[in-house]
């Protein structure tokens, strides 16, 4: 349905960090969602970089690409795999990005002589990229995350803008507060204090949440929720417990079980419309929840001490191991503790390889030594962007013998450039945006796994490299046994390599992982899990 006015809902944050906003706005989505409105949610992030695309992955995990090419905060990627909808720039707007648009406009005069200020030119900014989301007529409902915890001097303009539009807005908007009540053991109690202090920081900026979300450990009473409600002036029905789960994908029906949506559309004024039908969303967790096998994949990287620097990685295994009815436990493998020496050792219980994305030199080697593995070995093998160059790379050394074959990323001065900077990246100096980046078409081969894995010829994949397949090098491969079956129909770029003469080694320059979603698990992942519980037995 598309309402006569689009509602907004503003979610922020007390107590810690990591409380899930994301998860439970993307739940709340879902839910509105399966009752038949348009749901969009958008992150407000108080960082400067004008984007995460520069950001080491430790800061903040991965960083999520959209189909237009954004390089977008990870909470996104929550957005897609709950909604099933494709998320857009518009989707993530950064301090940094605020600035820059307004020091733009002010370098072009546009502020005709005035002093420009954080009020009002940079909450002006902010509100405007809120509201452009529910411009379009596109959506019911727009949901905006404003990152951070209340009471950081970073998320103050936000939280100020946000409370303008609150105001110019009246019932058309909403705010929702999630907050931790804390147990503690000693006394055995859980605590509401944090929440109170929580919202009186939120009200000095004036903003009065409308719904807090508390979560927790343990169950709340109705006694705790009067307290809290009471001290917040916020509707006792309106006090959501958001309890610890076995898994984010929960979350949903936790908060349909809380009502959450139902008092969000109370409040909106808008009608309940239909029950949500969570039947796929049952039949997945259901799966999820009671596999049939179990597989154990290694996942190398080198950054596997956080494991959110791979998290649409782990996704996408929970949707596809789903789907193959079985559990896929994850061997993080940092790959600058791999030798020729321990290799065997480090994978032995593994039933498939995963080679992760990266950039730059460091546990390359490590990498290399994991792709000859699987290669020779026979182990299902999946690389996926770095982890495909991987994989080319060794085939090079170890099968064309071209010994100190290498990416140009790693070795400048290799005689045998395998994988090297495209042609369109030669110029370029900057770092921010300019990878090339979203979705590109690419013409799959008959016959190949890929192809039998998608079902279909044509397929549309997101990017975010700026090394390529050498294709000077294409017939050494394909004489060799490495196929390249997967090729950008315009650029002619390399897009997939597969070995025929193996169980499964596939080798992709996109990301699968970021349009692999609870409904729709992506169809490699799929077809790669399949292999490895074949290898399994
Ligand atoms: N560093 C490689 C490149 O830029 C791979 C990037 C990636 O894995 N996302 O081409």
Known sequence: MIVATTKYIFVTGGVTS???????????AKLLQAR??????QKL????????????????GECYVTEDGAETDLDLGHYERFLNSPTSQANNVTTGRIYQSVINKERRGDYLGKTVQIIPHITDEIKKYVKFLGSKRKFDVVISEIGGTVGDIESLPFI????????????????IHLTLVPYLSASGELKTKPTQHSVKALLENGVQPDVLVLRTEHTLSPGLKEKVALFCNVNKEAVIESIDVSTIYEVPIKMKEEKLDEIVLKKLGL???????????????????????????????????????????????????AANECRVKIEWIHSEKINEENIERKVKDCDGIIIAPGFGHRGIEGKIVAAKY???????????????QIAVIEFARNVLKFSDADSTEMNESTKHPVIDLMEEQKEITDKGGTMRLGAYACQLKKDSKVYNAYGKPKIMERHRHRYEFNDTYLKNFEDAGMKAVGVNPET????????PNHPWFVGVQFHPEYSSTVLQPHPLFVAFIKAVLEHSK
């Open 374 to 388: 699987a290669r020779i070995n026979n182990v299902p093998f999946f690389g996926i962007c770095l982890g495909m």
């Open 160 to 175: 100020e803008a946000v409370r303008q539009l609150k105001w110019e807005m009246g019932s058309d908007a909403l705010f």
């Open 492 to 499: 002619k770029l390399v897009e997939v390599v597969e070995i």
């Open 271 to 321: 009608p309940l419309g239909v029950a949500p039908d969570l039947k796929q969303w049952n039949e997945f967790l259901l799966r999820f929840k009671n596999p049939k096998k179990e597989v154990k994949i290694a996942l190398i990287g080198k950054y596997v001490e956080l494991h959110d620097a791979y998290k649409s990685i782990c996704e996408a295994l929970i949707h596809s191991g």
């Open 45 to 60: 992030d108080p960082y400067i970089n004008v984007d995460p695309g520069t950001l080491n992955p430790y800061e903040h």
């Open 18 to 28: 990591s409380l899930g906003k994301g998860i439970i706005a993307s739940s709340l």
């Open 36 to 41: 038949g409105y348009k749901v969009t949610i």
